[in-house]
């Protein structure tokens, strides 16, 4: 049986790419490691790199405060990314990084089974719900797979750059607000 002691432990000694040589931290995740609700980005940015803790940038107070106002309690939700090592530059990550690193995102689901699994923007969304995945149309949608609930919506980065789309962020995130309501009443 898979232990988190045991992920970690792999997480901390992988070298399966080249994200790891110029990485300072890996970011494995922050929250509640039982908790109903995921929150997937892309991959550590600067800051994350430097802290070894996922969405603690710009974009992670961003995303902080929405989930403080909607309201979720830190108990309710874990964060994480498709990649644990920094993509220098914050460029995208390669096919092939995804690929070496999505094994520990798939033991995490196993470790925590969260009721719903939230994809923060395109990258996430391609990854995990479909590779075609186009995120201003379908955003926001209900997305069934194996009996876990999972939705995409806006990365907070990209709402840092585009003011206007936070209103639709806040509706989503009220979606996601009801439907943990539903699915743990
Ligand atoms: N962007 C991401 O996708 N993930 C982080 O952890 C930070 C910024």
Same mark, same amino acid.
């Not at 931290?25 to 800051?47: Q, S």
């Given at each position: 049986?898979?232990?988190?002691?045991?992920?970690?432990?792999?997480?901390?000694?992988?070298?399966?790419?080249?994200?790891?040589?110029?990485?300072?931290?890996?970011?494995?995740?922050?929250? *509640?490691?039982?908790?109903?609700?995921?929150?997937?980005?892309?991959? !550590?940015? +600067? =800051? #994350?790199?430097? $802290?070894? %803790? /996922?969405?603690?940038?710009?974009?992670?107070?961003?995303?902080?405060?929405?989930?403080?106002?909607?309201?979720?309690?830190?108990?309710?939700?874990?964060?994480? *990314?498709?990649?644990?090592?920094?993509?220098?530059?914050?460029?995208? !990550?390669? +096919? =092939? #990084?995804?690929? $070496?690193? %999505? /094994?520990?995102?798939?033991?995490?689901?196993?470790?925590?089974?969260?009721?719903?699994?939230?994809?923060?923007?395109?990258?996430?969304?391609?990854?995990?719900?479909?590779?075609?995945?186009?995120?201003?149309?379908?955003?926001?949608?209900?997305?069934?797979?194996?009996?876990?609930?999972?939705?995409?919506?806006?990365?907070?980065?990209?709402?840092?750059?585009?003011?206007?789309?936070?209103?639709?962020?806040?509706?989503?995130?009220?979606?996601?607000?009801?439907?943990?309501?539903?699915?743990?009443?």
């Amino acid at each position: 049986m898979l232990t988190w002691d045991d992920l970690k432990k792999e997480c901390l000694n992988c070298n399966k790419c080249g994200l790891r040589q110029s990485a300072t931290h890996t970011v494995i995740g922050r929250g *509640n490691e039982t908790a109903p609700l995921m929150f997937v980005g892309e991959g !550590p940015g +600067e =800051e #994350e790199d430097k $802290q070894g %803790l /996922p969405f603690v940038g710009k974009a992670g107070q961003l995303l902080d405060l929405l989930l403080n106002a909607i309201p979720f309690h830190q108990s309710e939700y874990y964060i994480t *990314n498709v990649v644990k090592c920094r993509p220098k530059d914050n460029r995208d !990550p390669l +096919e =092939e #990084e995804v690929a $070496q690193c %999505l /094994p520990y995102l798939r033991n995490q689901f196993r470790l925590i089974r969260p009721k719903i699994i939230v994809c923060l923007g395109r990258i996430s969304a391609k990854y995990l719900i479909h590779p075609d995945f186009r995120i201003s149309q379908d955003r926001g949608k209900w997305f069934d797979k194996g009996g876990v609930k999972m939705m995409a919506v806006y990365h907070p980065a990209f709402l840092l750059r585009n003011e206007k789309e936070k209103i639709t962020q806040w509706y989503d995130f009220m979606k996601i607000r009801e439907m943990l309501n539903e699915l743990t009443k």
